[in-house]
């Protein structure tokens, strides 16, 4: 992990949370109804005006991640990169409209993918804890 990857730690808190969940403060609906954790816009191209954005992974949302390409009034492309819904954005570019689209695309891949590794390694250790502890017994 490195000190400037913000991912790896917002990444670290919910791995976290997922091994130590909180009671829901809200009631649930049946099971069957499926809750998305997080939507993304499945089309990469965007119009002058319009932002192209995808949003990472994680049950909550004051710690997940939103890209946002975003072209200025001189036509560069930059892209935000916020933490939770109030957060100051980590600003990348100024760059091609190729760029921007490739850079939110990868964020998201990426932190898809770490937010992935860590759930299996916490439902992973959590599973050989329960054997551990059933073992015990």
């Not at 649930?28 to 949003?55: H, R």
């Not at 935000?80 to 100024?94: F, L, N, W």
Request: charged share 25%; hydrophobic share 35%.
């Amino acid at each position: 992990m490195t000190q400037s990857d913000p991912t790896d730690h917002a990444l670290a808190a919910i791995a976290n949370i997922l091994d130590h969940p909180e009671t829901p403060r809200e009631t649930e609906g049946p099971a069957s109804e499926p809750k998305p954790l997080a939507p993304a816009i499945p089309s990469p191209s965007f119009t002058e005006g319009e932002d192209y954005s995808k949003v990472g992974p994680g049950p909550i949302a004051a710690i997940r991640f939103k890209w946002t390409a975003r072209m200025d009034a001189s036509g560069d492309y930059f892209v935000d990169e916020t933490i939770g819904e109030h957060s100051a954005p980590m600003v990348t570019g100024p760059m091609t409209r190729d760029e921007a689209i490739q850079l939110v695309d990868r964020r998201e891949s990426e932190a898809r993918h770490r937010f992935e590794q860590l759930r299996h390694e916490v439902t992973g250790c959590a599973a050989a804890a329960d054997l551990v502890q059933a073992g015990e017994a």
